[in-house]
Each structure stands twice: as C-alpha cells, then as structure tokens.
C-alpha cells in the first residue's frame, strides 16, 4: 500500500492551496482518508477525514478553513486549505483507516492502518 501526498509548497499569510493524496494496493472506496499534520516540536494532530459514506469530520483548528473531498475513480483524497496562517505551517500527512469512521474514533491516529510520508507546507507571514 502507498498513499502519495503532493501539494505543499510556500506560501503567504491568507493564500489557499489544494492537497492531494493518491492511494494505490488498498481498496480505496472502502477506507476512510484523513489528514494530520505536524508541526515542528509539536505533536501530530487531526486535520480532517472523509468516510466512504463521505461522512467528514474536522479538527477544531482549521474548521470553517478547509474541505476535505474524495474521488474514489481517482483513488485521491484532497485537503483545500483556505485563508492559511503561518501556524497552519506543518507537514501533512494523508492516512487509510479501514475501520468504521465515528465521532469516538476519527481522530486516533493509531487507529489508521496506513500513512503517507507527508507534503510540507510553509505559511509565512
């Protein structure tokens, strides 16, 4: 299994940008898509996921900022990021969750059974 995340890049203080995940060797339509992000010293956290019902949920920290959509004849999960502030600088990571997609679990990331090596993107300011 790969998931492939691209998009990242620099950019300033109010820009949008679009990430991409494409997976490959899993059953696409059957997992959940999330993102995470790191920033640096600090801790992975939950940015947004998208069920195979499209059942979404997000982090409390981009709410009302992003979307996140899926294309399951693409096997590609996108993250649009909107009005960016440099505290949304981090790497991103996409995920696949096989499990079923709740409120009480959607943002465990050691429930989600595949990760991606991450897109870095840099809000300055």
């Known amino acids: 299994v790969q998931l492939q995340a691209s998009g990242g890049g620099l950019v300033q203080t109010g820009a949008s940008l679009r990430l991409s995940c494409t997976a490959s060797?899993?059953?696409?339509?059957?997992?959940?898509m999330a993102w995470f992000r790191q920033a640096p010293g600090k801790e992975r956290e939950f940015v947004a996921v998208i069920g195979w019902s499209h059942n979404i949920y997000f982090g409390k920290s981009v709410k009302g900022r992003v979307a996140i959509t899926r294309d399951n004849a693409k096997n590609t999960v996108y993250l649009q990021m909107n009005d960016l502030k440099p505290e949304d600088t981090a790497v991103y990571y996409c995920?696949?969750?096989?499990?079923?997609?709740?409120?009480?679990?959607?943002?465990?990331?050691?429930?989600?059974?595949?990760w991606g090596r991450g897109t870095l993107v840099t809000v300055s300011s």
């Open positions: 995920a696949a969750d096989n499990g079923p997609l709740s409120s009480s679990r959607h943002n465990n990331q050691r429930l989600y059974d595949y």
């Open positions: 060797g899993l059953t696409f339509g059957r997992y959940s």
